[in-house]
């Protein structure tokens, strides 16, 4: 595998210089921050990155107040004593996006988070005791045992928390086989993740970067070279 610095001129080269590549890497993650993040804010930031997955982010955006006051500031507890009419009539309410099944999982992961915060003393502390070197297990542990927290919205979830993730986007994985990582084009088995995460690894070990920043980088110097304009329309502050 080629030295990360190459990688890293690739991109700054796509991207009008190295500062211009700095200024899109957003914010240093910290796993231990994401300690304090109460459960209320875990389960809304997990409803938003299931309602945004294949929908327009912006519009959930938006929206997003709406989601708060009909989901009762997703205070597990509270949505865990309502009523079936609850949730019946949530499938009707004009303040969020009408999805039956990703209304469901609200009520679903409500009962994985309060499940997984009374074992570890919130559910914030479980995530920020998970090893940053093993994201492919804790993604693995989202997706069996959360709901529609499988693939990339539960890396998002844990991007958009703070935690340190990387994103398998499509040029993030074309620039890992570019650079000879043996993956397929769209690399969801055990046995792709585990390269995935050992390269990134050892990426993050050689440059003392954060895992987050690696991907952002590869996924930059490589497939359509968007402005950094569009970039920032695109990601916002994620």
């Not at 409803?47 to 500031?73: D, N, Y």
Request: glycine letters at 8%; zero cysteines.
């Amino acid at each position: 595998m080629p030295d990360f610095a190459k990688i890293r001129a690739r991109a700054a080269k796509r991207k009008g210089g190295e500062a211009e590549l700095s200024s899109l890497l957003g914010p240093a993650p910290d796993n231990a921050a994401v300690a304090d993040i109460t459960d209320d804010r875990i389960l809304s930031t997990m409803a938003e990155r299931v309602f945004a997955a294949g929908f327009v982010w912006r519009v959930i955006e938006q929206k997003w107040p709406g989601f708060e006051e009909a989901f009762l500031r997703f205070e597990p507890k509270r949505l865990l004593f309502q009523p079936d009419d609850f949730w019946h009539d949530l499938a009707s309410d004009q303040r969020i996006v009408r999805n039956p099944q990703k209304i469901r999982s609200v009520r679903d992961n409500a009962a994985f988070v309060e499940r997984v915060s009374g074992e570890y003393g919130g559910f914030g502390k479980f995530l920020a005791d998970w090893p940053a070197d093993d994201q492919v297990g804790l993604m693995a542990y989202l997706g069996k045992h959360g709901s529609r927290l499988g693939g990339k919205t539960g890396q998002y979830f844990l991007r958009w928390l703070g935690w340190d993730a990387f994103v398998i986007s499509g040029d993030m994985a074309a620039a890992l086989r570019d650079a000879g990582l043996d993956i397929a084009e769209s690399p969801t088995s055990k046995k792709d993740l585990d390269k995935i995460q050992r390269q990134i690894n050892q990426w993050a070990a050689d440059t003392g970067l954060p895992r987050r920043h690696i991907s952002r980088i590869l996924a930059m110097s490589i497939g359509d070279n968007h402005s950094p304009e569009a970039l920032r329309e695109y990601m916002g502050d994620d």
